[in-house]
């Protein structure tokens, strides 16, 4: 196996040599791009990966919920040397409306301890050390360098054209992981541009706050996370939510919507953050926080309905690039990471065969059919459909639901079964008795 230097190389002055040819060629360290560098390095490939930003992770913006069984699927044990910030222990649901609040949530304190369910990061620091990790197992990571186009020969892609110049690479396979709204996956045909209700856009704040705040606030013990995922007002009518998750020192706040929607009602992304974090509910868990970094990213939408083909000659697409994201369980990490490990897969049964045709390489579609991750984005292409057609449960059945709860609670030597007479009058009075049950149905066939 080729040795190659165990740091990132970033001189953007550095060529590529032209002489290297590669047998993979990646392109992002992002989680898919660099979980594909890391497993194929170790197995023994020659691996090239290439990425835009100075260093992995700071072109990268997550909520910052990463699982621990996923992750471990490509580095067992991950967890006990990489960068996390608290291990979640309890997830909260918000709906909220302009002055109230419904709640749902679950707390465990088995989450609490080995092996943990899911963890905080914050991606600058998780990137780069899962780089170096691929780094460590062969991989030659560059940074600073934009990959611009692909490379043909006889129809089939061998390789990448950089920025850089000389910087033509070529390999058996590329692989791209180049994040929603993949620059390859367009340059090799498989899908043009992204319909705005195809993608959801998304702002996130770091806010810094002392870890004894942020534990008195969320109800915690040191070492210990929580999220809050806000439905409702949040969003103003658009599908979409907010987010709030603790990290050891600072809170991980973010908002996001459809991208249709967003262009629909005029509003600018930047505004609804301030109107999300100045909302009374919301405005108490900040306060005192000095906000750090400001962000905005893309997040595909659709689940597989929206999904271009994953697979042609001479190249994979891996993880977000591939519009693998589920947003109702705030899932994209794991599938990015697990899609990468089958892109692996199979990129390493073409290695044992020489071929790299489509034929061959087709089998990453069969090993994501078999996988959850096909299952659950079939699935979520009904969820997200249902809720892009019926907008009343973002903001019509969050104020109906904190109307009969105020209703309901507040004691007034009203009789009870008159209460639940007027909550039931209230709500009839705002949908008719056959939509509520056509929602109510149809909201449970989407989601099952
Ligand atoms: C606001 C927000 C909150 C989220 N919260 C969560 C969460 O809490 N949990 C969760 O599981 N998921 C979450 N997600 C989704 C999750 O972040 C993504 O699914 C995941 O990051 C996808 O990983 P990836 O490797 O496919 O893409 P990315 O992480 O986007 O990586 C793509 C990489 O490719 C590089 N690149 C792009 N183009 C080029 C080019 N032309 N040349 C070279 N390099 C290039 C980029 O710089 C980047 O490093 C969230 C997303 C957003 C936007």
Redesign the pocket.
Known sequence: MRTVSNRHHRDPRRRIALADRYDVIV????????AASYLLAKAGLNVIC????DE????????????RQPTEKVIPGWWREAPVERPIVEERLWLITPDSLVQAGFKSLRYAEEPFNAFTVL?VKF?KWFADQATAAGALVITN????DVIRENGRIVGVR?GREDGDVYANVVIA????N???SKKAGLHGELPPNRV?L???EIVNLPREKIEDRFLLNANEGA?IEIFGDSTIGMLGYG?I?TNRDSLSV?V?ALLSDFIRKGVNPNDLMERFKTHPMIRRLLEGGESKEY?A????EGGAAAMPPVSTDGMLV????AG??NAIY???????LIS?KLAAQAVMEAHEQGDYSVRTLSRYNALLDESFIMKDLHLYSRTSRFFQRNSEFLELYPEMLADAAHELLSVNSVPKQDKQRKIMRRLLARRRPWKLVRDAVGALRSLT
Not at 330 to 336: F, I, Q, V
């Open positions: 392109v992002g360290a992002g989680l898919a791009g660099t290439i990425e835009r930003g992995p992770g700071t072109k990268n913006v997550m909520g910052g919920v990463l699982y991606r990137d360098t934009v990959v611009e950089t992981a180049d994040g929603v993949s620059l390859l959801a998304a702002v996130k999220t987010f998750y973010g996001g962000m990213h893309l997040i595909p891996v993880g977000d690039a693998m994201s705030r899932e994209g990490s794991n599938l990015a990468a």
